[in-house]
């Protein structure tokens, strides 16, 4: 390979200091040239700043630090961005692990198709834990169904996904009114652009989704609270096209797990998804009766 993008790597954090340095040290293992990247944490307002863990690596790649008041991961996505050199933006969430050749292969898709934004690949490195492998199973499932087409894709989660800078920038980032949705907006918002998605299998990322019962049933109840936002979206800017599924979407996606795993490791999984769908219809009728979002105006990125 004989030529290397300068990529722009934002981290959002938030109270996780010790999943950010893992993080932080996968990076500095990757096998890509130091001085082709640079990477931007920003601190969403944690308790306790990241400041010793950003040190720590600023001898070992260039890294920089942004701090701001508790803004939500959309807010601090956008505020890395706006905060960068690179030509292409790549994020990533602080419990991330990349592999070693993550940058390369992104670097290789950028360079064959340098104006689509890609997603990587998003593998469970906890899967023992139960609630994150339900996790990591409903986004493959939701990947399945979005993203038949991998050169026409229609959907990635923004933890492992790389854009143009300026495109992200005429697109106007995130949407900073929504909470646990702002991917699938920016996603359809891309699209509605006339930009591709496009899906690199093999820049591979490794998720840490600590979760238990409760972080589990409340990051599915905040999903489902952008849900209806997002919702509201569809509605209101994309000629009235509706994010809701259909039933048989639902009934498939509990179906799933059986082709992913063995009856005796699919069994609590289903249940878990279960599980996760009455969160999700939970937080959605809670946003739609008692705090009724009314989307006049996008928020997302201003400059």
């Not at 960068?84 to 050749?101: M, P």
């Not at 490794?206 to 905040?222: E, L, P, T």
């Amino acid at each position: 390979m004989d030529k290397f993008i300068f990529f722009s790597i934002i981290i959002p954090t938030y109270n996780r200091l010790d999943l950010l340095s893992s993080c932080l040290i996968s990076i500095a293992t990757v096998d890509y040239p130091f001085d082709k990247f640079e990477v931007v944490v920003v601190d969403d307002g944690s308790k306790t700043a990241p400041d010793e863990v950003v040190l720590s690596f600023q001898t070992r790649f260039k890294l920089s630090l942004i701090k701001q008041k508790n803004s939500g991961p959309a807010s601090a996505r956008n505020r890395g961005a706006n905060n960068t050199v690179g030509d292409y933006l790549i994020f990533i969430d602080d419990d991330s692990i990349v592999s070693k050749n993550w940058l390369k292969e992104l670097n290789r898709m950028v360079l064959e198709k340098p104006d689509c934004a890609i997603g990587g690949a998003i593998e469970n490195a906890l899967p023992n834990n139960l609630y994150a492998t339900a996790s990591e199973t409903i986004v493959n499932y939701l990947y399945s169904q979005f993203n038949k087409d991998l050169e026409n894709a229609n959907f990635f989660v923004s933890n492992n996904l790389v854009v143009s800078k300026n495109n992200f920038l005429l697109v106007k980032g995130f949407d900073t009114n929504l909470e646990m949705s702002e991917d699938r907006e920016f996603c359809k918002n891309w699209l509605a652009k006339g930009f591709k998605l496009c899906y690199a299998e093999k820049a591979v990322i490794y998720h840490q989704n600590r979760a238990n019962f409760k972080a589990y049933w409340k990051q599915q109840f905040v999903y489902g609270r952008g849900a209806y936002r997002f919702n509201q979206i569809c509605q209101q800017r994309f000629q009235n096209s509706s994010s809701l599924n259909k039933h048989s979407f639902y009934i498939d996606l509990l179906a799933f797990p059986f082709k992913k795993f063995s009856y005796r490791h699919a069994f609590p999984i289903m249940v878990l998804i279960l599980l996760s769908q009455i969160a999700v219809f939970t937080g959605y009728f809670y946003e739609k009766i008692f705090l009724v979002y009314k989307p006049l105006e996008r928020k997302g990125l201003t400059a």
